[in-house]
């Protein structure tokens, strides 16, 4: 019985040696791939991390995507933080056109029993109020157009929208986008009243 629990420890290290092998093959060919075709990066890693947080061993998925998460930041030219985890960076960067790298890693992070997820419209919205802060009213009116193509149920994001318009002195805008969240959510207007 010793014996062939040996035996499994060896061919376990040495699938394990495989997979290593394998993973940073993956990662070789897709840092490679970046110069040329870095849009498919992004979607070919979080595949890989998708696929792999299938195994027993998470490891390998959970530096796939690692990787993802890293070549996401590249692509957009956002350095790193020393105390912030690439994760929240992404997750408060995110734009529309990241739906489907979105959701495939949140596929992965659920596979992986990971809490956290990311949230596109969220993103969108968080940077909108950011922006309205910061009086850039012009590009926070370009996030909340966005959180409102996401969810176009959602009324907050037309009333700050129609609030930001307002600063802009575009009252055609302000209008019809408050009007659609009496439509929508008579509510949020009485608390502004």
Same mark, same amino acid.
């Given at each position: 019985?010793?014996?062939?629990?040996? $035996?499994?420890?060896? +061919?376990?290290? *040495?699938?394990?040696? !495989?997979?290593?092998?394998? #993973?940073?093959?993956?990662?070789?060919?897709?840092?490679?791939?970046?110069?040329?075709?870095?849009?498919?990066?992004?979607?070919?890693?979080?595949?890989?991390?998708?696929?792999?947080?299938?195994?027993?061993?998470?490891?390998?998925? $959970?530096?796939?995507? +690692?990787?993802? *998460?890293?070549?996401? !930041?590249?692509?957009?030219? #956002?350095?790193?933080e020393d105390d912030r985890k690439k994760f929240d960076i992404v997750a408060e960067n995110l734009l529309p056109l990241d739906g489907k790298f979105t959701t495939q890693i949140n596929r992965c992070m659920v596979s992986l029993g990971k809490e956290k997820k990311l949230s596109l419209i969220n993103s969108c919205y968080q940077g909108a109020i950011q922006k309205f802060n910061q009086e850039k009213y012009q590009e926070a009116i370009i996030d909340f157009g966005y959180v409102v193509d996401l969810n176009p149920g959602f009324a907050d994001g037309y009333y700050r929208r129609g609030l930001t318009y307002i600063q802009l002195e575009n009252y055609r805008e302000a209008v019809d986008d408050l009007t659609k969240v009496i439509k929508l959510d008579y509510r949020i207007l009485s608390k502004a009243i």
């Open positions: 019985m010793a014996d062939l629990d040996t $035996e499994f420890s060896v +061919d376990k290290r *040495l699938a394990d040696d !495989l997979f290593k092998m394998v #993973i940073e093959s993956y990662i070789g060919s897709l840092k490679a791939m970046q110069k040329d075709r870095s849009e498919l990066v992004l979607e070919f890693a979080a595949d890989i991390a998708l696929g792999l947080s299938h195994l027993s061993h998470h490891t390998w998925a $959970e530096q796939m995507l +690692d990787f993802a *998460l890293e070549s996401w !930041l590249t692509s957009r030219y #956002i350095l790193l």
